[in-house]
């Protein structure tokens, strides 16, 4: 018998002993039932009492304390009147055992064999998946924090260089890496390393930074990746907050393209998309270079925070937009380009793959230090302001001053 299943047994024989038990303490209207309700009511007062004896270290609250307990001894005497009490002692603690159950057999039903590795650490759980394989051509690992999708490298020797993901060559940055590199070779600066997809554009004479706050994403990415190894490109990776490291370059780094790729999960680095933040950017950008945000998020809608970035410093922002092929290694993505380099945006390659932002809504205020509102972004939130007005058109119903 495996590990698995003698857990699941042992779970089941504990479960059905408790239900014995509680089933024979029920149908014999036993009275020590009557101490454990009694200890259920009064464990917040005792846990009240602990801390506020511990916060403001009190001493006068033992008078209070026996007052409640005799309202409590008074509430179970009633209690015990009721001929269902002993019902509820059966009843009660099943969504407990319900949830042990559960957490006993969904081990089973997750499939772990294709797994390589998984690592967890203050910044969450990274895990390395491989699927297919070698003679069927499409052998791939998969980088995953959570269950965000950080990045996929075809692994057969002939395709390993290939960009993938959110990073093919008709993405936001895909456009910008391709069409800046024809004046010469570029330095570039990525925040967010993943699995190092964006390496794969680099050229012999670019250099390719990324800024990484997890250490373990990159010794991931170095381990069981290898876009960082084959890139031709001087290539540094810098550990640390990307917008601090920044700020303490003293001298201007002269990027030709930053790609900012720190919002895909669910908590987003709100600090990266602030005008502050952007100032940090502009300052080690060439005239000439674009900034290029990654907006993918299941939760929120970016798009108007950087829009109103891109107003504030008086550049251009185009979006690109990319749909999920269905083919191995791709993924829909959502970029923004920003830029003051005209002619980069009348290259013909950006404006058949892009498209101009529509107006941020009026209420929707650009980020700073000091101020943000994820509220206002929420797409669950846009989701449901849609639903209703669809429904308050079908139905007639006249619009109020708060919609």
């Not at 801390?51 to 001894?73: E, I």
């Not at 390719?208 to 490109?233: G, H, K, M, S, W």
């Not at 980020?367 to 669809?390: C, G, H, P, V």
């Amino acid at each position: 018998m495996n590990k698995s299943a003698s857990v699941f047994l042992a779970g089941v024989t504990t479960g059905l002993l408790a239900a014995c038990i509680l089933l024979q303490a029920w149908w014999g209207r036993e009275r020590r039932w009557a101490s454990w309700w009694y200890a259920l009511a009064s464990l917040p007062l005792t846990i009240g009492r602990d801390l506020t004896l511990s916060v403001f270290r009190r001493r006068d609250l033992h008078s209070a304390l026996a007052r409640q307990q005799q309202v409590v001894r008074k509430l179970h005497l009633i209690q015990r009147r009721r001929k269902w009490r002993t019902l509820w002692s059966l009843v009660l603690p099943l969504p407990f055992l319900a949830a042990l159950l559960l957490v006993i057999a969904i081990p089973r039903y997750v499939d772990y064999s294709n797994q390589l590795v998984a690592r967890r650490n203050f910044y969450g759980v990274l895990s390395v998946k491989e699927y297919g394989g070698l003679e069927s051509g499409d052998l791939r690992r998969n980088l995953y924090n959570g269950r965000i999708l950080h990045g996929v490298q075809l692994m057969t020797p002939d395709r390993r260089r290939m960009p993938t993901t959110y990073y093919v060559p008709s993405s936001g940055v895909g456009l910008a890496l391709v069409n800046l590199a024809v004046s010469g070779p570029l330095r570039v600066a990525a925040v967010g390393l993943g699995t190092g997809t964006i390496a794969a554009y680099g050229q012999q004479g670019d250099y390719y930074c990324f800024y990484e706050i997890n250490p373990e994403v990159e010794a991931i990415a170095r381990q069981f990746f290898t876009y960082l190894t084959d890139c031709p490109a001087t290539v540094e990776v810098k550990l640390g907050d990307a917008r601090l490291s920044m700020e303490q370059e003293a001298l201007s780094q002269d990027y030709d393209v930053i790609a900012l790729d720190a919002f895909s999960g669910d908590a987003i680095p709100a600090h990266l998309l602030t005008v502050e933040a952007f100032a940090v950017y502009l300052r080690h950008l060439k005239p000439t270079g674009v900034i290029a945000v990654h907006t993918s998020n299941r939760h929120l809608d970016l798009q108007p925070i950087v829009a109103l970035i891109a107003r504030c410093y008086r550049m251009q922002a185009v979006g690109v937009n990319v749909v999920d092929a269905e083919g191995v290694g791709d993924s829909a993505s959502e970029w923004l380009l920003l830029t003051r380099n005209q002619e980069f945006l009348q290259t013909p390659a950006v404006v058949d793959g892009s498209w101009p932002l529509d107006p941020p809504d009026p209420a929707i205020h650009v980020w700073t230090d000091q101020y943000s509102n994820l509220f206002q972004i929420l797409t669950a939130r846009e989701k449901w302001r849609n639903t209703w007005a669809t429904w308050r058109q079908k139905w007639g119903i006249a619009q109020s001053p708060g919609d």
